[in-house]
């Protein structure tokens, strides 16, 4: 992990399209202004981890009702 200290008012580049910048500090606790492409998705961690467990849970849900349909015979006309 890169570490990197800055002030204030200060920048960090990600890539040609990413900056993040320092807009607050106080106390423990540090605001970040964020400039990205509107295709590059940012989350803070927990929305993300969340967003994550939902896909888990779909991709999940879908392959199990794929297996119940394998299991059930088709109706005889």
Do not use: C, F, W
């Not at 400039?35 to 967003?51: G, L």
């Amino acid at each position: 992990m890169l570490v990197l200290s800055r002030q204030r008012d200060e920048s960090i580049m990600i890539g040609d399209d990413v900056e993040i910048t320092i807009v607050d500090v106080r106390g423990d606790k540090v605001r970040l202004g964020i400039n990205a492409p509107k295709h590059i998705p940012v989350h803070r961690r927990e929305i993300y981890d969340a967003i994550q467990k939902e896909k888990a849970e779909k991709a999940q849900g879908g392959t199990e009702v794929k297996e119940a349909e394998k299991n059930v015979s088709p109706k005889e006309s």
